[in-house]
T-cell receptor, first 112, second 115 residues
Framework: KQEVTQIPAALSVPEGENLVLNCSFT??????LQWFRQDPGKGLTSLLL?????REQTSGRLNASLDKSSGRSTLYIAASQPGDSATYLC???????????FGAGTRLAVHP | GAVVSQHPSRVICKSGTSVKIECRSL??????MFWYRQFPKQSLMLMAT?????????EQGVEKDKFLINHASLTLSTLTVTSAHPEDSSFYIC???????????FGQGTRLTVV
């Protein structure tokens, strides 16, 4: 049974720091891995999708890496800003469909 | 990216009544949509898979007679919470993707409060 774990559960940093959020999964037979952002009381915003054949994806200040063999993905946030404050979730699909298994999330607070 | 629209964003209802939540894919056709539930400070848990033109499939522990799902067209799935109770109060959110192994897009979510 696939399980997804995210570390740390919460993070509070001053503005400008470079951040590392970790995600691990127990079954390496995944098609892709997706990172999301969730603001309080809101839906999910897709940040990055990494296919199983890829090692990393970049979007602006965000970079996500994937190491399938070790069951790990990392989300790097460069030069963090207060507007980055949110919960970050990683998820892997069950089978080939978009039926996702989520980690518990990392709650990020970036203070000025 | 693709857009999934969910309505309403918030609803308050009395115990015993039913509430319908709509999920629409605005710029692509989705033969399959998914419904999740999120309790406070917890992550999302899949409730059911909505299949266009056929019955929904439910995750273990989810009552199919309580959470009715209808996927009548390629762009619309509805979740009806029947005979709602306070313990059904939660954040419900739908998702859809344009195909296998593609990016999943999520609606804005619906905050249901049963009083």
């Amino acid at each position: 049974k696939q399980e997804v774990t995210q570390i740390p559960a919460a993070l509070s940093v001053p503005e400008g720091e470079n951040l590392v959020l970790n995600c691990s999964f127990t079954d390496s037979a995944i098609y892709n891995l997706q990172w999301f952002r969730q603001d309080p009381g809101k839906g999910l915003t897709s940040l990055l999708l990494i296919q199983s054949s890829q090692r990393e994806q970049t979007s602006g200040r965000l970079n996500a890496s994937l190491d399938k063999s070790s069951g790990r993905s990392t989300l790097y946030i460069a030069a963090s800003q207060p507007g980055d404050s949110a919960t970050y979730l990683c998820a892997v699909p069950r089978g080939g469909y978009n039926k996702l298994i989520f980690g518990a999330g990392t709650r990020l607070a970036v203070h000025p | 990216g693709a857009v999934v629209s969910q309505h309403p964003s918030r609803v308050i209802c009395k115990s015993g009544t039913s509430v319908k939540i709509e999920c629409r894919s605005l710029d692509f056709q989705a033969t399959t949509m998914f419904w999740y539930r999120q309790f406070p400070k917890q992550s999302l848990m899949l409730m059911a898979t909505s299949n266009e033109g056929s019955k929904a499939t439910y995750e273990q522990g989810v009552e199919k007679d309580k959470f009715l799902i209808n996927h009548a067209s390629l762009t619309l799935s509805t979740l009806t919470v029947t005979s709602a109770h306070p313990e059904d109060s939660s954040f419900y959110i739908c998702s859809a993707g344009a195909g296998l192994q593609t990016e999943a897009f999520f609606g804005q979510g619906t905050r249901l409060t049963v009083v």
